[in-house]
């Protein structure tokens, strides 16, 4: 059974290239935006990698990794 309010492939504006110019610039404004968030946080994430490689404390100095 169809249903006759059921749009078909045919029936979307958007369908076969046929959307308009204006949605053309917003789906390439926001495929840009998200690149350059997504370059932005890569960035941020490389600059702020400072990961200090000392384990223990003072009263608990850590590893001793020297030979004996």
């Given amino acids: 059974m ?4 059921e749009p078909t492939l ?3 504006d958007d369908y076969n290239n046929k959307e308009s110019s204006r949605k053309r ?3 390439r ?3 840009l935006g998200l690149v350059l ?3 932005l946080l890569s960035y941020i994430k ?4 400072t990961v200090s490689d000392y ?5 608990n100095p850590g ?3 020297t030979p004996n």
Avoid: E, Q, S, Y
């Avoid at 169809?2 to 309010?5: A, G, I, M, P």
């Avoid at 384990?55 to 009263?59: C, K, R």
């Fill in 2 to 5: 169809k249903l006759n309010n």
């Fill in 10 to 12: 045919r029936t979307i």
């Fill in 25 to 27: 610039k917003t789906i």
């Fill in 29 to 31: 404004l926001v495929i």
């Fill in 37 to 39: 968030f997504a370059g």
């Fill in 46 to 49: 490389m600059t702020n990698n």
């Fill in 55 to 59: 384990i223990g404390t003072p009263d």
């Fill in 63 to 65: 590893i001793n990794v």
